[in-house]
């Protein structure tokens, strides 16, 4: 069926009902641009880009130029259905300001120049670097926007040609956690589940997850059980009472920054309350008896002070969890960007260990991605971890990976960790870092401390370079500006918060002379030399589908193992779930069906931290956990927020999405339905907070912390008692001139500081106050 309904007044379109275990109707969304008739449109298959469910569409083209989108009502993803971003987001590519040659600074301006002239002085520059400085001068930040091809090539360039470990993805903002709570529970990266589970289960644990607003068609998918004949129960844990919050039988409006004494708590009445499946748990897991000890002192009573909810509201919440069949638990940057962000992720995995519900239809925990290809940047080791899903610590997985790339071991960085991108930035600050590329992503607006970042970027000894679509806010700052191509103007693959891998093909071409990511890079590396050690230009591919047989050949016998597939295969498919080898053909729906998990110390991707210190364990500390393939239940004590509430700063401040919007708007604030969904920043407060301040609904007010301030239109609503809420989307690309120098950016407010062990900032929790600016104007 085709849904008639206004996707932007309603987000999640029509309802279509289903009961436990039966297949979720299809239903295909389109949206084809006015004056364009149906049968002048040629289809050519994709996947969205625009958040991390990665739903199957088809991109309609005439005459040389994308024209709509459809879902493709066979895609295992999404049965057809496209969110509001997924069925606009496209018209981006048509913008009339994108970027169409490179860019070079000349006497303080950005000025046109040739790709030969901008390639050249690239080069030069690190050369130059790579001289004085040698590799560690050298840092790539990358995005969770590209494809695997691009990615896996920046890998190779990076760690296996400059030999430096300065390469990161913006996924370190908003989803290392979730690969490194899997690590540590699991022994490597990958969702154990299936986004079917979510049509089988009969309890959901939705905590930091605003699902309606940050995965739409995943919610439609839910909404849809919920509304069906035998509906989940639900339990919701955010301190906003959002579209989720409102379905749930149980909503817990916990205080930011406390999460981790709230997993304790409910941890502590499953064991209390004999509701963990001991059997399973003596079987297949390790570290039980210090889970015990460590969550016994946190009894309802003493977590409902911690959290600010009731008691009763706790036990109710345990009981829905402890009593359900099969129940499917997600976490996203409610957990992800907030205080003891991995060791509250953890406890999530323990919660389904405990009760048994791992590796079984509707039985699952969900550790989710919030941009579509933020799975590809763990897979090739294009941020925080080896190509392959290799540990960095074990020198095997470094040979191996060296044989593939027929280097010496030595030239691949493994003396230390991948470096995250907070510190990355530190070194540039500091001066050690001295070349910084960044790659598809925003820093300027996404980043914590604005002021900070921006004076980095501004320091004369830093050389920037940018490759983007448009001419952003962190462009402005380079001293080379390359234009990229982007979705639908490139062939390539990426893969989805599920395992579920999609084949983008190229519909259109560029615009002027904008490149792939992937072509950039291997010129890159061809200007500056980079081979193997016989001499052979180190990369050697020059299409994407010579990259993916590359990459599919580095994934052979690890966990990511990509050897059975194809871009033949993935043609016409409606996604295929990884691991897909010669003996799972048709791909793997679900991870440790056989109890069996990936914590053999050879095998495993990580030896482990300190949860509280983020203190790296080595080998030995590994072995001695005698996991061999059980998983390992994690403990950490609750430890109180570093930046409180005062009398100065008495509200906590919390960024988060809107449906209408994508990261820093690069895009979809080029898209005039989404953008006039949600045109500008707001401030959202909770009444009891407002009539003292005496702030009504649509009053400018300016909230203020340590470090900086925003100014935005008040909403008032029923959000939890001291806490104040902005989307961090918003940004000074299209700041109108009657706003002056207004500051619109969330990041003014937040803190550069970062979880111990995934290095995620923290979004979720910083001190500020609020004052009113000015009434509402008629």
Known sequence: MNDPIDRIANVWGTRTPYATGADWPARVDEFIEDGTAPGEVDWVQSACVLCSNGCGMDIGVHDGRIVGVRGRSADRVNHGRLGPKGLFGWQANNSADRLTTPLIRRDGTLTPATWDDAMELIAERSRLVLDEQGPLGMAFYSSGQLFLEDYYTLALVVRGGIGTPHLDGNTRLCTATSDFALKETFGTDGAPGSLTDFDTCDALFAIGHNMPETHTVLWSRVLDRLHGPDRPRLVVVDPRRTKIAQEADVHLAIRNGTNLALLNGIQHELIENDLVDRAFVDAHTVGFDQLANTVAAYP?????????????????????????????????????????????????????????????????????????????????????????????????????????????????????????????????????????????????????????????????????????????????????????????????????????????????????????????LTDYADRLGLHDKDGRPLVKWRTPEECFAAFREATRGRPCDYSGLSYQKLRGAGGIQWPCTHDNPEGTERLYTDQVFNTQTEYCEDYGHDLLTGAAHERKDYADLQADGRAILKAAEFLPPHEPPDDDYPLLFTTGRTAYHFHTRTKTGRVAQLQAAAPTVWIEIGASDAEPLGITEGDLVRVESRRGKLEAKARVSDIRDGVVFAPFHYGYWDQDEADGDRPTAANELTSTEWDPVSKQPLFKVAAVRVHKVAEEQP
């Open 300 to 520: 309802p009573d003493r977590v409902a002070g911690i959290c600010g909810v009731e008691a009763d509201e706790i036990r109710a919440a345990a009981r829905i969890i402890g009593s359900a069949e099969r129940l499917v638990s997600t976490c996203l940057q409610g957990v992800y960007q907030s205080h003891q962000a991995t060791a509250s992720a953890c406890q999530v995995n323990n919660i389904n260990l405990l009760r048994g519900m791992i590796g079984k239809p509707g039985a699952s925990v969900f550790q989710l991605n919030g941009q579509p290809t933020a799975q590809n940047t763990r897979e090739t080791g294009a941020n925080g971890d080896l190509t392959g899903m290799r540990n960095w610590q074990n020198p095997s997985h470094v040979e191996e990976l060296a044989h593939l790339w027929n280097l010496d071991p030595a030239q691949i960085p493994s003396w230390s960790p991948p470096t995250h991108v907070m510190q990355m930035f530190r070194y540039a600050e500091e001066g050690s870092v001295r070349f910084l590329w960044i790659i598809g992503t925003n820093p300027a607006v996404s980043l914590p401390e604005l002021h900070r970042i921006r004076s980095i970027l501004q320091q004369e000894r830093l050389f920037v370079v940018v490759s983007d679509p448009f001419r952003t806010e962190t462009a402005q700052f380079a001293d080379v500006v390359l234009p990229t191509a982007i979705w639908g103007e490139k062939t390539g693959t990426f893969t989805n918060h599920d395992r579920t891998v999609h084949l983008s093909e190229k519909a259109v071409d560029p615009p002027g002379e904008a490149r792939s990511d992937m072509d950039i």
